[in-house]
């Protein structure tokens, strides 16, 4: 059953229809999807959730599709893991980690793909497109195979050669762009306008794409027994992500599937891309774009769309922010590894690292229920560990040899 009631302007509230639209032709104000929640109490339930499929589609209700089957290549429903190692080294009681890296290409963007490519289907667009950094490039690509639909995908040209491949080899067309990411975006909000019966799942149907984040917020929900965590620990790229898993925190409460209570909401971002980290840290009123220079090529966004929402979201709610650089986020991911036995990529070492930093500044506190969101899987960046990864002996093929290297 859809709930879904219209998009709706952010900043001015103007109305508009479901359709392929995402910035109000008033004010420019990015929209948003509303939902009749008063429709759904009595029929949302826990107990009707807990008996939906093991995916982000038991929480269909609470999504803006209406399509039966959806788009399904089984993502998320991911392990909250209790990290007590983790936990242990950095003198907190209790942490979670959400484990984004087991979905179906290996990062959480399955979740707004799946969401936006539902959604495109339902309006009758035939092509996928994106711009992207390579996640979102991978998951595109996989879904529009599932859906048979044709697929143009562009991404950096600088792109590592493992993310180019990973969205190849499912047939799309890919469009490597000479410039960066925030280059390729432009020349995308460009298209979209020229091919107006494509999905840009991150620019015209971007609205759809970004409820697909809250399914972060519902599932941590549900696996901590209906309770919301205290303080949560989130990567901000374009900052959509931390902005929906507020929304995600917020629709729970209201239809009562889980006691009141804040969550804190913290940001994590790489050094050489930190525009919303910046803001917070020195108490500015708005987001000053940024050149990116940073390992975390998934994370950088130079000018992020949802930038001050996610600022706002973070001092809205009690969090904090922590810049880390291209060696902590690489030490977190090592330390994460070690201590957890998760393997993540760029991404998930800046939230890592920026944990410990929030940690030790004081901001989140020993005695909170805190979930650090590992948003993608560490075969993605291997490249980026370089030398601080290999064999940690040599030896002749000989007994004696390893029983001399036992003794040393
Ligand atoms: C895209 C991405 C993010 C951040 O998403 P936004 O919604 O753009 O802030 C975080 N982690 C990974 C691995 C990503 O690919
Ligand atoms: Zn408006």
């Known amino acids: 059953m859809s709930f879904v009631e219209s998009l709706c302007c952010r900043e001015c509230g103007k109305a508009y229809p479901i359709s392929a639209l995402n910035a109000c032709e008033f004010c420019f104000g990015p929209l948003e999807v509303i939902y009749d929640y008063d429709s759904m109490k009595g029929i949302v339930s826990r107990s009707k959730i807990e008996s939906g499929p093991q995916t982000i589609w038991r929480y269909s209700d609470l999504l803006p599709t209406k399509a039966s089957p959806n788009l399904d290549l089984s993502t998320g429903f991911t392990p909250l893991l209790r990290a007590d190692h983790l936990a242990a080294e950095l003198g907190l009681?209790?942490?979670?980690?959400?484990?984004?890296t087991r979905n179906p290409t290996g990062s959480f963007k399955d979740r707004v793909v799946s969401v936006a490519l539902s959604k495109a289907r339902e309006l009758g667009l035939k092509v996928a497109a994106c711009p992207s950094t390579g996640n979102l490039a991978n998951s595109v690509a996989a879904h529009a195979a599932r859906a048979g639909m044709e697929a143009y995908i562009f991404v950096?040209?600088?792109?590592?050669?493992?993310?180019?491949a990973m969205s190849a080899i499912f047939g799309?067309?890919?469009?490597?762009?000479?410039?960066?990411?925030?280059?390729?975006?432009?020349?995308?909000?460009?298209?979209?306008?020229?091919?107006?019966?494509?999905?840009?799942?991150?620019?015209?149907?971007?609205?759809?794409?970004?409820?697909?984040?809250?399914?972060?917020?519902?599932?941590?929900?549900?696996?901590?027994?209906?309770?919301l965590p205290d303080h949560v620990v989130v990567p901000i790229a374009s900052g959509s992500q931390l902005t929906k898993i507020y929304k995600?925190?917020?629709?729970?409460?209201?239809?009562?599937?889980?006691?009141?209570?804040?969550?804190r909401i913290s940001g994590a971002q790489a050094q050489g891309c930190s525009p919303v980290a910046e803001a917070f840290l020195s108490g500015a009123d708005y987001i000053k774009p940024v050149k990116p220079d940073?390992?975390?090529?998934?994370?950088?966004?130079?000018?992020?769309?949802?930038?001050?929402?996610?600022?706002e979201t973070i001092r809205k709610t009690g969090g904090s922010a922590a810049a880390v650089?291209?060696?902590?986020l690489l030490e977190g991911i090592g330390?994460?590894?070690?201590?957890?036995g998760v393997f993540a990529e760029t991404a998930g070492g800046v939230t890592i690292a920026s944990l410990v930093k929030l940690v030790n500044s004081g901001a989140i506190k020993r005695?909170?229920?805190?979930?650090?969101?590992?948003?993608?899987?560490?075969?993605?960046?291997?490249?980026?560990?370089?030398?601080?990864?290999?064999?940690?002996?040599?030896?002749?093929?000989?007994?004696?040899?390893?029983?001399?290297?036992?003794?040393?």
């Open 325 to 328: 650089s291209d060696d902590e």
């Open 294 to 311: 940073t390992i975390a090529k998934s994370l950088a966004i130079g000018n992020p769309a949802d930038g001050w929402y996610a600022l």
């Open 156 to 164: 950096p040209s600088n792109l590592e050669h493992n993310k180019i």
């Open 367 to 408: 005695d909170e229920t805190v979930v650090a969101y590992i948003t993608g899987n560490g075969l993605k960046t291997i490249e980026a560990l370089g030398d601080r990864v290999g064999p940690t002996n040599t030896i002749a093929p000989s007994v004696d040899a390893f029983e001399e290297l036992l003794r040393l």
């Open 172 to 227: 799309g067309h890919v469009i490597a762009v000479d410039g960066n990411y925030d280059q390729v975006n432009r020349l995308c909000a460009e298209l979209a306008m020229l091919h107006d019966d494509w999905a840009f799942v991150n620019v015209n149907v971007r609205p759809y794409y970004a409820e697909g984040s809250k399914t972060l917020a519902f599932e941590v929900a549900e696996q901590l027994g209906w309770q």
């Open 248 to 263: 995600g925190f917020n629709e729970l409460t209201r239809l009562g599937l889980v006691p009141e209570s804040q969550v």
């Open 93 to 100: 009681n209790s942490l979670y980690l959400k484990d984004d």
């Open 335 to 340: 330390l994460l590894a070690k201590t957890e």
